[in-house]
């Protein structure tokens, strides 16, 4: 009886110890995918727009960040951009930063004297943080349970 029970509590023991504390870490999907076009369609990011510099700041308003001051291994670079095929229309791809509630992104283009700033809503659920709203110079741009991906969010642009 003594010996089931040493085998027992070390099989407990030992499913315990290699148990990942959730609390500890979290993760984000913050990724968004923009599809910039004139006013007659033409995409833009088919060589008339090229990124020259991406900045990331935001704030938290005095709250909590969304993180929760929890940690996540191996992040990428959020201060990267990725520029996709996606059938017959580019995509500009950028993250959002999840240490923030209200995140922003600055994109300098080349050649283009104004840049254009992006803001997301963040919120944390379940130890991942996701955008509530974004907004494109302001106005909002995809939202949260309505209709569209916001791995294409299309944007109209004069340049």
């Not at 030992?14 to 500890?24: E, G, I, P, Q, R």
């Not at 833009?44 to 090229?50: K, T």
């Not at 991942?128 to 106005?139: A, E, L, M, S």
Request: hydrophobic letters at 35%; glycine letters at 8%.
């Amino acid at each position: 009886m003594m010996k089931s029970l040493f085998y027992f509590s070390s099989i407990l023991f030992l499913f315990s110890s290699c148990a990942k504390d959730d609390d500890l870490y979290y993760s984000f999907d913050t990724e968004i995918g923009l599809e910039i076009k004139n006013k007659v369609g033409k995409d833009l990011l088919d060589g008339d727009l090229r990124v020259e510099k991406i900045t990331l700041s935001g704030n938290n308003n005095e709250g909590e960040s969304p993180t929760g001051g929890r940690l996540t291994p191996d992040t990428p670079p959020v201060d990267s951009f990725q520029l996709r095929k996606i059938g017959a229309v580019n995509s500009l791809h950028l993250t959002f930063s999840p240490i923030y509630k209200e995140s922003i992104i600055m994109v300098k283009w080349k050649d283009i004297p104004k840049q254009d700033t992006l803001r997301a809503e963040l919120y944390n659920k379940n130890n991942t943080v996701y955008p509530r709203k974004i907004y494109f110079n302001g106005n909002a741009v995809w939202t949260e349970g309505e209709k569209g991906s916001r791995g294409a969010i299309k944007i109209e642009k004069d340049i």
